[in-house]
């Protein structure tokens, strides 16, 4: 790999995003539709600031303020554009933000999917004073802008679609609209741009002749990703780009040796930290961030958000993680429920129709079928019968229950909060706990079991 010469310049990052994207069919701006649970603007926003930039300005104008309140915080300079009247009218409302001299690359809200190694390379011709272009060749050019070029092979201007002979039509070589160059050439040109075309727009594709008219040599790079380079203006678009990205995801945990059941199925919406030796089954969703320890196997159709799960844990089918910690050689699931500020520590089994919220469960501990346990502390060895439920809400506030160490409760016990069981009690089957139990001994209440013989059922009246 070739080392990036540190530039001299400053770098200024512009990302076009006033486009109103009608085909989307949405109150949501376009640019805050979502890739990976993330707004398009936000991935080319990543992209854009992993290059350290000196000023990235946003363009924007069609739903604006839900645009700018989508990224709050002061680091990134905001460029009005209304109305909206083409590409190279966008980049002109940026330039007075542009320090000067300085070098300027301009990315799209829409083009979601670009990388930061096609940046830096696009970005190198311009720190020495040339026009950097990224074109790609396509099997389908229709409506985009097509290079020109000379008999020498050197460009010499993009022609939009609309305004193109039907010769130039069949050139395959596009504009995907990423440039980079000094700053000053943009301040030479935008303000010269017109509007004489079949749009009756400013082109930003048009200083490329300007370029070539000044004796500004224009370098082109392409990339072997076009995936990178497409845009999004229909939800068709957003769909498969969604799919691309996921796929690059799953290529990369591969690449680090995960087992992924069908990298096809797998959908990472955040980022998803694995040690060695995981394996997650199909139809996983992880959201958030997510950390696997080694030896970690996630069963299918799986919910997890901003969770770690330590090495060796087994977690079965259909399970939901939200905000909470497993630990060590655990067994969760099939179809349990964590909902936010769990901890469970090593060797805790949590089976089928269990939820588990705000709540610490010792080593060892298990509650395998069917209970609610909300607000609790349980120690270590425990064992939570079926059906076990947790009152901690008495209807106005909630209270916390307390477990001991090696504590048996039996099936269908409620614990009405606040309560705490004290070290190696026994709870009956049936028994509803609504006052302190001591350490050892069986609790239970007091209940008569009654049998009348000569019971008749009730018949249904004639
Ligand atoms: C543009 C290019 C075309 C290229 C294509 C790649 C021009 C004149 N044409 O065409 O050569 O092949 O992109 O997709 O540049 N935008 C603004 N303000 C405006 C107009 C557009 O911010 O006034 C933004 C849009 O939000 C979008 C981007 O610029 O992100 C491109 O605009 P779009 O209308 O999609 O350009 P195309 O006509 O597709
Ligand atoms: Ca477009």
Redesign the pocket.
């Known amino acids: 790999m070739s080392q990036t010469p540190v530039p001299a310049l400053p770098l200024s990052v512009v990302i ?4 109103q994207g009608k085909r989307m069919k949405s109150d949501l701006p376009k640019v805050l539709q979502p890739i990976a649970g993330k707004p398009m603007l936000g991935h080319v926003l990543d992209a854009a600031l992993a290059l350290q930039p000196a000023v990235t300005c946003v ?1 924007y ?1 069609h739903g604006g303020e839900a645009v700018r309140s989508a990224f709050p915080g002061g680091r990134l300079h905001w460029a009005l ?1 209304a109305p ?4 190279g ?2 980049l002109l409302q940026a330039l007075p933000q542009l320090p000067d001299p300085g070098v300027t690359l301009v990315l ?3 083009v979601p999917l670009i990388t930061v190694p096609t940046l830096k390379a696009l970005l190198s011709p311009a720190y020495t004073g040339q026009v950097a272009w990224l074109t790609q060749r396509v099997a389908d050019p229709a409506g ?2 097509r290079i020109l070029r000379n008999q020498q092979g050197q460009v010499t201007a ?1 022609v ?1 679609d609309k305004d193109a002979t039907p010769e130039q039509r069949r050139i395959d070589e ?4 990423f440039l980079a160059c000094p700053t000053a050439l943009l301040a030479r040109w935008l303000p010269r741009l017109g509007n004489q075309n079949a749009q009756g ?1 400013y ?3 048009d200083i490329l002749a300007m370029a070539v008219a000044d004796g500004v040599r224009v370098e082109t790079t392409s990339t072997p990703h076009p995936w990178e380079v497409a ?1 999004v203006n229909d939800k068709a678009q957003l769909a498969a780009l969604e799919r691309i990205h996921q796929r690059n995801q799953a290529q990369r945990l591969m690449d680090q040796g995960v087992t992924l059941i069908d990298p096809a199925r797998i959908d990472i919406r955040g980022t998803l930290e694995c040690g060695r030796d995981v394996v997650i089954d199909v139809n996983c969703v992880f959201e958030g961030h997510v950390r696997l320890d080694a030896g970690a196997r996630i069963g299918p159709h799986c919910v997890l958000r901003d969770a770690t799960v330590g090495a060796g844990t087994d977690i079965f089918a259909f399970t939901h993680v939200e905000s909470t910690t497993i630990g060590a050689e655990a067994r969760i699931g099939p179809y349990a429920r964590f909902r936010p500020g769990s901890e469970l520590a090593d060797g805790v089994h949590i089976g089928n129709f269990v939820e588990v919220k705000n709540s610490q469960i010792g080593a060892g501990s298990k509650a395998n079928h069917l209970s609610y346990i909300g607000d609790t502390t349980v120690g270590r060895q425990a064992n939570i019968g079926a059906g076990t439920i947790v009152c901690n809400y008495d209807g106005a506030n909630k209270h916390r229950t307390v477990i001991g160490d090696r504590v048996h409760i039996g099936s269908d016990v409620q614990l009405v909060a606040p309560v705490s069981v004290g070290d190696g009690a026994d709870i009956a089957a049936g028994t509803t706990v609504w006052k302190d139990v001591p350490p050892g001994g069986l609790t239970l209440n007091a209940k008569t079991q009654l049998h009348k013989p000569d019971w008749k059922r009730p018949q249904k009246k004639k």
């Open positions: 076009l995003a006033a486009g363009v104008g554009q909206q009247l083409g590409t009218h966008a799209y809200g829409d985009l802008g993009i939009e596009i504009n995907t609209g727009e082109y930003l594709t845009g």
